[in-house]
């Protein structure tokens, strides 16, 4: 089993739908969740990042954690075929340590 | 603020020969990575440095493949003999830090093919 589940898609919605994106895991360890959207033939750019369980917003990307099911979100409000891309999920460990386990990544695409 | 910068952005080799890319990072940033993203998966760490010495190299295959960063700043990765399995797309990224409370800043990476 890995220790990071992501669905790879490709997932297609309508514009101004909304989007959710999702991830389960497994090490009970892991502090901090991010959220990357990396375009083709680019590198992952960082959208969200939170500590622990909850919710945390910006702009139209909502992420929640939720530690004790091992399952985070991405939430996509309004979105916009500029949205359609790779979104890879990633959780790290609290110490120094521990490197980051990256999803493998869900193929998203906007239809206008 | 300039992002991570990487070069060669694209690089075709055949088995057996060799191959470097390099890596400047984000200016200040002490931590950097070296990452493997083979298609359709997600990036795969293989070597985290502080400022010029190694943190983790734990899932850098060492028969073959190298790094340093000499001076802190500027870093190289080496494969030598090149295996059809590494094609990949390489990615350095940097951080302020090694802690999970800083994240990381990703190049947009070398793409490699090993014919």
């Known amino acids: 089993q890995k220790e990071v589940e992501q669905d790879p898609g490709p997932l297609s919605v309508p514009e101004g739908a909304i989007v959710s994106l999702n991830c389960t895991y497994s090490?009970?360890?892991?502090?901090?969740f991010m959220w990357y959207r990396q375009y083709s033939r680019k590198g992952p750019e960082l959208l969200m990042y939170t500590y622990s369980s909850g919710n945390k917003e910006d702009g139209r990307f909502t992420a929640q954690v939720d530690k004790s099911s091992k399952y985070i979100s991405l939430f996509i409000r309004d979105s916009q075929p500029s949205d359609s891309a790779t979104y890879l999920c990633a959780m790290k460990g609290g110490s120094s340590a521990s490197k980051i386990i990256f999803g493998s990544g869900t193929r998203l695409s906007i239809r206008p | 603020e300039a992002g991570v910068a990487q070069s060669p952005r694209y690089k075709i080799i055949e088995k057996r020969q060799s191959v470097a890319f390099w890596c400047n990072p984000i200016s200040g940033h002490a931590t950097l990575y070296w990452y493997q993203q083979i298609l359709g998966q997600g990036p795969k760490l293989l070597i985290q440095f502080q400022n010029n010495g190694v943190v983790d190299d734990s899932q850098l295959p060492k028969d073959r493949f190298s790094a340093e960063r000499l001076k802190g700043v500027d870093s190289t990765l080496k494969i030598q003999p090149a295996k059809l399995e590494d094609s990949a797309v390489y990615l350095c990224?940097?951080?302020?830090?090694?802690?999970?409370?800083?994240?990381?800043?990703f190049g947009d990476g070398t793409r490699l093919s090993i014919l």
């Open positions: 090490n009970s360890a892991f502090q901090y």
């Open positions: 990224a940097s951080s302020l830090g090694g802690t999970g409370s800083q994240p990381q800043h």
